[in-house]
């Protein structure tokens, strides 16, 4: 067959496909429903709100607490964070524990998901050295969560690895994958018999690209195109090895469940009517979220087929030989790493347009990259979505709808937790906006639900403003305002909490509820 020819079939296959993705993208049934209509959730959804240990906690060496390698960052490199500030105290959760509890249940909310700080109960990330004050600290966490019925959602690894781990090469060296099942087994057999949700890692996407492949996240390797895959690998097979842990020795005995929580934007075709961008979009998926979740939650397991193509051939050209910069897992490895997961832990915050790349490398990726090699570029200008206090946070409730579709076609219909979903601001306690937001994106999650995806419950970012990482205490994510001037670090619901304590003791959105500050301890 002629080439043209042949070519020319392929793009009205590939149109076709475009179509059928459109429709399934396209504006959910109820998405223009009129917001005086109050809205119910399945009765056996699940409302929790969350936080990160690092963000809270505060305490940073308090009781012999070791260095994370946030710790070393933001003392070494101040200037790192926008207001050259750190977490050294912040909400000063290690010493105000009880108070967070009690907004937990002032909330309304059935599950706290939290972290526990590898280097408060490990201090140099080994199991030799056990800090009995960490444990006594989670331990009392968990049991005043417990006395008012809020079931602790328990996060093993968020982004804080010991430091001394980190000398050794952190999540780039194979050896850290016994070590950290040793401390999830640590974890696990302390207070298992009390948490039943776990989350082995968080984020996995941000660990590896952001704090290997660019200078942003800790440990801010700068390094583009090589670490960020051999963190991921390792991050994987870390997980898969937990999971399997968890499963032969106490699962049944402990009656919980395991999975792991992934992050992904939303990526939409910037022009909805090129097959180059739908194209463009899809690939950006693959190797953002598919990274993490094909090789547990695809049929066959392993990584995407796009991201094995493309990387084994740019390897190939920058000189690198038959090996490619991605890892190739064992066919028994891909068997041990498929399915190791209960649920799918997805945050999910913002959407962006996306189109490819061109072969003058417009988007000025380092070469090599993970974003040379995805080959995609993304963007939210010319948007008319509202803004933020963050500037990467545009408000696009469709993209989550879209992102809950995806998940469920792509993955064969997993059980979904949203573990985080949130928005910024600059301050204030009349969080009107947040308002807007939970509402417009809760139904948007309630959209999913009623075109088949098994979201099975949902966890609001944030309890409490907190330091936001890079950005120090500029944008607020919390319901819960801080008076990060206050020795007690005093909390104040905002408007938010209000909204989000009254969704989640009626199990419904309720367009009209607006109410105001009022002075009184009631949420509602």
């Known amino acids: 067959m002629h080439a043209n020819v042949l070519k020319m079939i392929l793009k009205l296959a590939l149109l076709l496909l475009v179509l059928e993705q459109s429709l399934c993208y396209g504006q959910p049934a109820n998405f223009n429903s009129t917001m005086s209509n109050i809205r119910r959730f399945p009765d056996f959804f699940m409302w929790g709100i969350g936080t990160s240990a690092y963000q ?3 305490g940073w060496n308090a009781d012999g607490k070791g260095e994370s390698i946030w710790d070393y960052m933001v003392h070494k490199s101040p200037a790192k964070i926008l207001d050259n500030t750190n977490g050294d105290v912040s909400t000063d959760s290690y010493h105000q524990w009880q108070r967070d509890v009690q907004m ?19 201090p140099n990330g080994f199991i030799h050295n056990v800090s009995q004050a960490g444990i006594d600290y989670y331990n009392n966490l968990i ?22 781990l980190q000398e050794l090469g952190g999540w780039t060296n194979p050896e850290i994958i016994p070590i950290f099942k040793e401390y999830a087994r640590l974890v696990i057999e302390t207070f298992g018999d009390r948490v039943k949700l ?24 700068n390094y583009p195109g090589i670490p960020s895959y051999l963190c991921a690998h390792n991050m994987l097979k870390a997980h898969a ?21 992934m ?5 939409e075709p910037k022009n909805s009517d090129s097959v180059e961008d739908h194209e463009a ?31 084994r051939a740019l390897s190939k050209q920058q000189g690198f030989g038959s090996r490619s910069r991605l890892p190739e897992f064992t066919p028994e490895e891909i068997q041990r790493i498929k399915g190791t997961a209960d649920f799918f832990g997805i945050n999910h915050y913002t959407s962006y347009l996306v189109t490819p790349n061109d072969a003058n490398n417009t988007g000025n990726f380092p070469i090599p990259s993970w974003n040379h090699d995805m080959d995609v570029i993304n963007t939210q200008e010319g948007v008319d979505w509202p803004t933020s206090g963050s500037k990467w946070l545009r408000v696009y409730p469709k993209g989550m709808y879209n992102l809950l579709m995806w998940i469920h076609r792509e993955y064969d219909a997993p ?46 970012w944030s309890l409490m403003d907190s330091f936001e990482w890079k950005v120090g205490y500029a944008e607020k994510f919390g319901l819960y305002h801080v008076n990060f001037s206050s020795p007690e670090r005093t909390r104040t619901p905002k408007i938010s909490a209000k909204v989000f304590a009254n969704i989640c003791k009626t199990n419904a959105l309720d367009w009209n509820y607006r109410p105001k500050l009022d002075g009184t301890t009631d949420l509602v």
């Open 56 to 58: 809270i906690e505060g």
């Open 104 to 122: 937990v249940k002032d909330l309304h909310v059935g599950t706290y998901r939290f972290s526990i700080a590898w280097t408060r109960i490990l």
């Open 143 to 164: 049991d005043e969560l417990l006395k008012y019925n809020i079931k602790p959602m328990v996060t093993i690894y968020h982004w804080d690895m010991p430091q001394r």
């Open 198 to 221: 776990w989350t082995t890692l968080n984020e996995p996407w941000h660990v590896c690209e952001y704090g290997y492949g660019v200078d942003y996240m800790a440990p801010a390797y």
């Open 241 to 261: 090895e937990v999971v399997h842990m968890y499963r032969d020795e106490y699962q049944e005995r402990m009656g919980g469940r395991i999975g792991i929580t």
């Open 263 to 267: 992050d992904s934007a939303w990526h």
């Open 281 to 311: 979009s899809e690939r950006t998926m693959q190797f953002y979220l598919g990274w993490f979740a094909h090789p547990i939650f695809s049929k066959f397991g392993n990584y995407p087929k796009v991201m094995i193509k493309r990387i």
């Open 415 to 460: 059980n979904i937790i949203v573990t985080e979903n949130g928005v910024s601001d600059r301050g204030g306690l009349e969080d009107y906006a947040r308002v807007d937001y939970h509402n417009h994106y809760l139904s948007a999650v309630l959209d999913a639900i009623e075109d088949g995806a098994n979201v099975m419950g949902y966890i609001g």
